[in-house]
């Protein structure tokens, strides 16, 4: 009995990753995208933004997303957003989705964005 709660737990857990990574299902189309010239929008906070960023980017924190929607451009437009870990970009998607933008991807934490994209 033991062995079968093993198997079972270890068929969840690896069930979980799979649907977990998912969004990186997103992460193939991001090369393409930064080719193509889609804007590039870091949602941390100025100070982590004046550490590091991904060359090109705007930073747009979180906290500010509504007030500086007309920087984004066109609702079509397509866009890339990134911060440390995932959550905050995870955000201003649902953000973005919910005020009409259709082209957002996210492309989770920082060293995510880098690794994407250097994937070319």
Known sequence: MNNDKLFLSVIVLLTTMQIGCGKNDEGREIPNWLEQGALVVDVR???????????????????????????????????????????????????LKEEGFTEVRDAGGIRNLFSVASQK
């Open 45 to 95: 906070t100025p100070q982590e933004f004046a550490v590091e960023h991904y060359p090109g980017a705007i930073n747009i924190p979180i906290n500010d997303l509504h007030s500086h929607l007309g920087e984004l451009g066109p609702k079509q437009g397509k866009i890339i957003l990134y911060c440390q870990s995932g959550g905050r970009s995870a955000r201003a998607k649902t953000i």
